[in-house]
């Protein structure tokens, strides 16, 4: 029979991967669905949140730098998973390239992005993510995004498909409406909140999400500073 702290670990891991690629955007904080952008020449960005969403709620903080090398955006991702008394640590790079349209005006934008992480907790096989990113600015105000991609779950290996569409609508400078709707590790999550810009390079998420049959609710609060070299 199983013990208290042997099922709240194997919820844990259970959870871990259809949180651990949450931030697979370097631009798109904790959104699931990635935008096509990458950060201008010469610019870096750090992104925090902190938050709690799964099929069994897991609460996760995150901390990712990232910063335009040449023609590629290149980032490092830390993360911190705990269910009860139970926690997963996790680090690994990440890399993203706009292929095309990464002109400013582009209507219509395609990219990549990868990346590898290592649960330095419970060990096992690296978790991997590859995604393709496509963004269409229907407005200058409305942005639409489209998500393919794969990934495979640390520890275990297993890969599981990614699919997904999201939206961004930007009613003034200063807040913008952001939706989603997203598979991942085999399980649907919608998303919905808002972008608060206090400044062109300081932003605040705030979303809510249901994910699973089950409709399992969650949250998720990320600060966003983009600065210079």
Same mark, same amino acid.
């Given at each position: 029979?199983?013990?208290?702290?042997?099922?709240?670990?194997?919820?844990?891991?259970?959870?871990?991967?259809?949180?651990?690629?949450?931030?697979?955007?370097?631009?798109?904080?904790?959104?699931?669905?990635?935008?096509?952008?990458?950060?201008?020449?010469?610019?870096?960005?750090?992104?925090?949140?902190?938050?709690?969403?799964?099929?069994?709620?897991?609460?996760?903080?995150?901390?990712?730098?990232?910063?335009?090398?040449?023609?590629?955006?290149?980032?490092?991702?830390?993360?911190?998973?705990?269910?009860?008394?139970?926690?997963?640590?996790?680090?690994?790079?990440?890399?993203?390239?706009?292929?095309?349209?990464?002109?400013?005006?582009?209507? %219509?934008?395609?990219?990549? #992005?990868?990346? @590898? &992480?290592?649960? !330095? /907790?419970?060990?096992?096989?690296?978790?991997?993510?590859? *995604?393709?990113?496509?963004?269409?600015?229907?407005?200058?105000?409305?942005?639409?995004?489209?998500?393919?991609?794969?990934?495979?779950?640390?520890?275990?290996?297993?890969?599981?498909?990614?699919?997904?569409?999201?939206?961004?609508?930007?009613?003034?400078?200063?807040?913008?409406?952001?939706?989603?709707?997203?598979?991942?590790?085999?399980?649907?999550?919608?998303?919905?909140?808002?972008?608060?810009? %206090?400044?062109?390079?300081? #932003?605040?998420? @705030? &979303?809510?999400? !249901? /994910?699973?049959?089950?409709?399992?609710?969650?949250?998720? *609060?990320?600060?966003?500073?983009?600065?210079?070299?």
């Amino acid at each position: 029979m199983n013990t208290p702290t042997t099922s709240k670990a194997a919820a844990l891991l259970g959870a871990i991967p259809c949180l651990l690629f949450a931030a697979n955007a370097c631009a798109g904080g904790h959104l699931d669905v990635d935008d096509a952008g990458m950060l201008d020449p010469g610019q870096c960005q750090y992104e925090v949140w902190y938050g709690r969403a799964g099929p069994q709620p897991v609460n996760a903080l995150h901390f990712g730098p990232a910063c335009r090398v040449g023609p590629l955006e290149l980032g490092f991702n830390a993360d911190r998973y705990t269910l009860g008394g139970q926690h997963a640590n996790t680090l690994g790079p990440q890399i993203k390239w706009t292929w095309f349209g990464q002109a400013p005006d582009a209507q %219509f934008s395609g990219a990549v #992005s990868a990346n @590898v &992480t290592w649960d !330095r /907790t419970n060990r096992g096989k690296p978790g991997r993510q590859l *995604v393709f990113p496509f963004t269409w600015k229907a407005l200058d105000s409305l942005q639409i995004h489209a998500n393919l991609g794969a990934d495979w779950s640390p520890v275990t290996g297993s890969r599981t498909g990614r699919t997904g569409l999201g939206t961004e609508w930007a009613l003034t400078e200063q807040l913008s409406l952001l939706g989603e709707r997203n598979r991942a590790g085999g399980l649907w999550t919608s998303r919905v909140g808002a972008r608060f810009s %206090f400044t062109p390079l300081i #932003s605040l998420d @705030v &979303t809510t999400s !249901r /994910t699973g049959p089950e409709r399992t609710r969650g949250f998720y *609060v990320g600060l966003n500073q983009e600065f210079s070299r």
